[in-house]
């Protein structure tokens, strides 16, 4: 269980009240703090030691967006969390660092990623994953890599700035592993972070697809985890609207 301060800030009860129910799954009740508007939220943050919050969006009184703002500037390295029942706003939540981002009805197992990735980002560790080269170790944030990869029975962690790292620890290992920091297992051989793909594209005849990355480096992704990729960038909040082909 989470033993920290937690503060629920909705302007809708009945959907805070859902929210509540599954937030204690993982947070004893009489540590959740529930505000229904922003003015309330900001109170509370001033009078009580809360150590996470869960963000509304859309509220009369000031946006969800503008309260992070406000806790960015007044209570920085506090974690909190966006909720919204419309999956679009998650474009202009990158502009800001949540933990996670939730759609409404919030889903009781998904809930329990976002709490390990809040441990993760508290921890004294900051988020970094130490990685074994010889006798030392290397500390590496997530975001720094650029893939994983196995190759020739051989398991290559590939940062972004040309930098690799060999693993002895395997892909189903480095798997679960990263699986909280937001990668994905898009081919037998090969793990990326999801936030960072820019365009997924099927290869000739369409029997297998590719995805690029930042900084132009294309991954193959398997038939069989195409679908797989399309849900975890839903449940990153991401939209998918229609399209025609550009010329």
Known sequence: MYDGLVLLVDDQPLAAEDSAAALKHYVPGEQIIYADNAADAMKALKERPVSLVFLDIEMPDMSGFALAAHLEAEHGGLPYVFLTGHADFAVESYEYEPVDFLTKPVDTARLGRTFKRVEKKTSPSAGKVAVRTGQDYVLVA?????????????IWI????????????????LEQIFGDYGFFRCHQSFLIPVRDIRKVNSSMFGQTYEASLEGDTVIPVSRSKYARLKEELKLLGIPFVKGVTSK
Do not use: F, N, T
Request: net charge positive; charged share 50%; aromatic share 6%.
């Open 142 to 154: 997530p975001k720094e890599i650029s893939y994983i990869c196995k190759e020739k029975r051989k």
């Open 158 to 173: 590939r940062l972004k700035d040309g930098r690799e790292y060999q693993s002895a620890v395997s892909l189903d290992e």
